[in-house]
C-alpha cells in the first residue's frame, strides 16, 4: 500500500514537521516552509497548531486547508502531541492506559480533520506501556484501540500509519507486522517509517528497513540518529549515509512525503529547514548517481 499516486521510481516530495516550528504561528511556519522550498507538512494537531479541542473546529480546519492549498502544500496529520490531553503527564493517556477514552477520541477527532484537510495520511503510535499494566493486557488494549481507529479511518477514506516508536509496546518494524496480523491487515493500515528510529534500534541496515516495509509505507519522517540512542539530530551529526536510503524510497516508488522530524529545533526553525533542505536534494541527487 503506497501512498498517493502512481507507482514506479520518481522524484521525492520533501515535508517538514510542524512540532519542529513550535514557536511559530502555524499561518507563518507554513509560509516559511513554502518559500524555502518544501512540498509538505507534517502537521502535529496541538495547543497552538489547530487544536482539535478548541471551539470552531470546523472553521479552523477549513481555513487551515486553504492556506495549504494557496501554499501549494501538500498535509499528513501527526499526533504525537506531548500534553494535549493531559497537562501534568507526557503523552497520557495512551491506548495502553485504563481509560484510554481522551485518546480514541482524540485520534478519531485527527482522522476527520485528515479528511477536512485532504490529508495523505494520519500518524499514530502505540505508547509506553504503563508499569502496572501487563504486557498481554497492554497488546489487547492496543489491538481493540486500533480497530477503532481503523473503523473510523475506513469510513472517512482516509489512510492510517502506525509508528513504530522507540521505547513503546510497538518499537520496531517488527511489532508493526504482529499488530497488522493481529487485526486482520486491514488495507488502510500502513506503516509510518522513520528513518532514525531504523537506525537507532533495527537490526538491518536502513535502506533495507525502507525496502521491507515499501508495499504498506504512507508516512516517512526522517531524522538523523546514532544507533541505541532515540535522539532526532539534524542531518549530518548521526551515524546514517542518507543517499541508500533516499535512492530505497525512490526505488520502491514511494510517493508520500519525506518530512523532517526534529521536534526540538523550534529555537532555530527556519535555518534547521533551509540546510535540512539542502542536505536532503544534496543527499538524494548523490542516490541518483548524479
Known amino acids: 500500500m503506497t501512498a498517493a499516486t502512481p507507482s514506479g521510481p520518481g522524484r521525492l516530495r520533501f515535508g517538514y514537521g510542524t512540532n519542529g516550528f513550535a514557536n511559530h504561528r502555524l499561518g507563518d511556519a507554513l509560509a516559511v516552509l513554502a518559500d524555502l522550498g518544501y512540498e509538505g507538512v507534517a502537521l502535529t494537531l496541538d495547543h497552538d497548531h489547530l487544536d482539535p479541542f478548541a471551539p470552531g473546529l470546523a472553521r479552523r480546519v477549513a481555513a487551515v486547508r486553504r492556506r495549504l492549498s494557496a501554499l501549494g502544500l501538500a498535509v499528513v496529520v501527526e499526533t504525537g502531541a506531548r500534553y494535549l490531553l493531559d497537562p501534568r503527564h507526557k503523552h497520557a493517556p495512551t491506548l495502553l492506559h485504563d481509560d484510554p ?68 509496546l510497538v518499537e520496531d518494524i517488527a511489532g508493526w507486522w504482529w499488530l497488522r496480523d493481529a487485526l486482520g491487515a486491514p488495507p ?30 504512507v508516512n516517512v519522517q526522517i531524522d538523523d540518529m546514532r544507533r541505541g ?28 512525503l519525506v518530512a523532517v522530524e526534529l521536534p526540538r529545533h523550534s529555537h532555530a526553525a527556519p535555518t534547521v529547514a533551509a540546510r535540512s533542505l539542502d542536505f536532503l536534494r544534496a543527499a538524494a541527487r548523490r542516490g541518483e548517481g548524479r
Do not use: K, Q
Not at 548521526?238 to 533516499?246: A, Y
Open 101 to 168: 477514552a481522551r485518546r480514541l477520541e482524540f485520534l478519531r477527532r485527527a482522522v476527520r480533520v485528515g479528511a477536512d484537510l485532504g490529508a495523505e495520511a494520519v500518524s499514530f503510535w502505540a505508547g509506553v506501556r504503563p508499569p502496572r499494566v501487563p504486557p498481554p493486557v497492554a497488546r489487547d488494549r492496543l489491538v481493540a484501540g486500533c480497530a477503532a481507529v481503523c473503523a473510523e479511518a475506513e469510513a472517512a477514506g482516509v489512510p492510517l500509519g502506525f509508528e513504530p516508536e522507540p521505547g513503546m
Open 188 to 217: 488502510g493500515f500502513g506503516i509510518t517509517l522513520d528513518i532514525g528510529h531504523c537506525r537507532c534500534l533495527e537490526p538491518r541496515p536502513v535502506p533495507e528497513c525502507v525496502t521491507a516495509v515499501a508495499d504498506h509505507l
Open 229 to 256: 540512542v532515540h535522539e532526532h539530530l539534524e542531518f549530518g551529526a548521526g551515524e546514517i549515509d542518507f543517499p541508500p536510503v533516499l535512492r530505497a524510497l525512490t526505488d520502491a516508488g514511494y510517493r508520500g
